[in-house]
């Protein structure tokens, strides 16, 4: 066992995880052209690595400070409600880690997914990261059942130099406050 | 239906109750109409004027609260030609229209207009034609019951020793009062019972939850969550209860071999809140935090009310072989913010990392069940066993993993179902209110 990096969610990235999604935030306009298509390099290939289930892989594209959040209510504050989960690369690895310990029984047999990835646009922060939004809708087969997982995703993804890494990454549902079956791929 | 007594026998149920759809039907009538089903909480609906829809069984139902903040139970279904009156989850409404012909209601139920009122018979009195009410309504603690059934014991009467329990529950807030925020919301293609079997069974998590075990063992070592399930269960103290009318409880505590706070796995934010915690609350930092884990118990509340760690999850069957749960979590009233932020996060916890391991499982047993020669389902674990005690008040005590609150349930089940009490809508201002507690 070794003991896991301690979380960094604080305060202060709770308030800026609820006005990423609040409804009040004004429209950022079009995307800048000029991000986009090193953006969609970088959405595609994490699409490519969950698709694959390469998911050690895919927890290497992220920062250290990141969180991966699937919210309920698409505009609430997740201080203050809850989520379908809020992780931090803490509890990623142990979502990971879970699948990896073949006892998961939701995951046998594996769900077989394909991830369109489309209406890819990008903004500059202004700190050096770029903000990403794009609709994705996540085909799932598992024993007899073609399931379809459609969202809004946003992104904030930090430069790397030669590559990226995501910062946030906020998973939308567009059925989000209807009855989702539960899932335990990676979404 | 006459030969319901021969499916529950002591030892053994048969699969028909999962998979008979006329079965079914007369469930959705006479369980969840007959007995008291839980409706929600009234921190749902706080405000004078607010409501929610909801369903008991398969009856719509709108739950008003009127504007001297009396609460009401109105079947969502217009009295001329049956349109559900109200579409929205939630809310604030002095009135509903029937959008199809605008025959529209007060929030107490009343017909108060009718278009083009000429025309109708001279005998047509719009005191006739209000919405049909819940006759009884209840409360005990915030939550809110209701029943068709004039004969049904009072609510009191019917929690009887499952009150004390939910009191408990209630009271690990400083205010002695939950708020309820959002709900999870899950469907399984599976019978109900299956969820209401898995309520009261301790002997599952060994097996059912080994990658939560595994994992938690293998990252976060200690005695961390469910660890209490790691071996030997029955060794460690902890208990199931069948409390009568159905309602069940299994108790953790007993398993735990540290505090809540220090068993809970390590959730998002945990550091940094138990930070602030300390700094605002000093030596008694230890005694805030442990307000934010779950109750380490499961309390039962027959037909449709799970409480489980800090949640209220209500069972709310679709058809024979599909089930929806809502999730809904309670925040502490009076306890420091922080508290109920990890609230959020721990309720996103297990749920998320184990619920789908019992998901499949309960849809694995759907199938398995669809074999018509294979016809029993067994529950005999513990039974006549030396270790089962019954206290003065008629409950039956025994070790986590026997399966007597699963026979409990299944006793209050085949008496609901073979009693067919006469089931009675009411009439604007004709429901009787208990408040129980």
Redesign the interface.
């Known amino acids: 066992m070794v003991e896991p990096a301690a979380s960094v969610l604080d305060d202060g990235l709770y308030q800026r995880l609820a006005d990423m999604v609040s409804a009040d935030s004004p429209d950022r306009g079009p995307g800048h052209t000029d991000l986009r298509p090193a953006v969609e390099q970088a959405l595609y290939h994490e699409a490519r690595l969950l698709d694959d289930r390469r998911y050690r892989a895919w927890l290497e594209r992220f920062t250290d400070d990141c969180v991966y959040w699937v919210p309920l209510d698409p505009v609430a504050d997740p201080r203050t409600k809850v989520s379908y989960f809020l992780d931090d690369r803490r509890r990623m690895t142990d979502r990971i880690g879970l699948l990896e310990t073949g006892w998961a029984h939701a995951q046998e047999p594996p769900s077989r997914t394909s991830r369109t990835v489309s209406n890819v646009e990008a903004w500059p922060t202004g700190d050096g990261d770029t903000l990403a939004r794009c609709s994705t809708v996540v085909w799932e087969h598992r024993k007899d059942r073609l399931n379809a997982f459609a969202s809004r995703n946003e992104y904030v993804l930090a430069s790397l130099g030669d590559g990226w890494a995501i910062r946030y990454k906020i998973v939308r549902l567009v059925d989000c406050a209807g009855d989702v079956r539960k899932f335990s791929f990676v979404l | 239906m006459n030969d319901l007594d021969a499916l529950i026998q002591p030892h053994r149920v048969h699969r028909s109750l999962y998979t008979d759809a006329d079965i079914f039907v007369t469930e959705m009538e006479r369980i969840f109409g007959g007995a008291w089903v839980y409706l929600a909480h009234d921190s749902q609906l706080p405000e004078p004027n607010d409501f929610i829809t909801t369903r008991m069984g398969l009856r719509p139902l709108i739950l008003t609260r009127d504007e001297d903040g009396a609460l009401h139970g109105l079947f969502n279904r217009c009295a001329h030609r049956a349109s559900t009156v109200c579409q929205s989850e939630c809310g604030s409404a002095r009135r509903f229209q029937c959008s199809y012909h605008g025959w529209t209601y007060s929030n107490r139920g009343e017909l108060v207009n009718v278009p083009f009122a000429e025309g109708y018979p001279p005998e047509f009195d719009k005191a006739d034609h209000g919405l049909a009410l819940l006759p009884r309504l209840g409360t005990y603690r915030g939550l809110i019951f209701g029943t068709l059934n004039l004969d049904a014991p009072t609510l009191a009467e019917w929690l009887g020793p499952a009150g004390p329990l939910i009191d408990e529950f209630v009271d690990r807030s400083p205010a002695g009062r939950v708020e309820v ?8 293609r599976g019978n109900w019972k299956l969820a209401w079997d898995n309520a009261g069974d301790g002997l599952h998590p060994t097996f ?1 939850h ?3 075990l ?2 938690n ?5 200690g005695a961390r969550s469910l660890s209490q399930f790691k071996a030997s269960p029955d060794d460690t103290g902890m208990y199931g209860l069948d409390l009568g009318h159905g309602h069940m409880f299994v108790d953790q505590r007993p398993g735990l071999q540290q505090s809540f706070w220090e068993t809970q ?8 809140y138990a930070d602030r915690i300390s700094e605002r609350f000093g030596d008694d930092a230890a005694g805030v935090l442990e307000m934010a884990p779950g109750s380490m118990v499961n309390l039962s509340i027959f037909p449709n009310l799970l409480i489980k760690g800090n949640t209220l999850e209500t069972v709310d069957p679709v058809s024979v072989g599909e089930t ?1 749960l809502h999730t809904w ?1 309670a925040a502490a009233e009076g306890a420091p ?1 922080e508290v ?2 990890l609230r ?2 721990i ?3 297990f749920p ?2 184990g ?3 019992d ?3 309960f849809e694995r047993c759907q199938q398995g069940l669809a074999i018509p020669e294979v016809e029993w389902v067994d529950m005999s674990k513990g039974l006549g066993h030396t270790a089962e005690e019954v206290t003065a008040d008629g409950v039956r005590r025994a070790p986590v993993t026997h399966e007597g609150p699963m026979r409990g349930y299944l006793r209050a089940w085949l008496e609901l179902m073979s009693a067919n009490a006469k089931l009675t809508t009411a009439r604007a201002g004709e429901t009787s209110f208990e408040k129980a507690a």
């Open positions: 925020r959002n709900c999870q919301r899950m469907i399984f059912a080994r990658s939560f595994v994992l063992e293998r990252q976060h070592g796995r390590p959730v998002p934010g945990r550091e940094w929806r979590v913010d109920n932020v959020m996060r309720a996103e916890d998320s990392l619920n789908p391991d998901l499949e499982l």
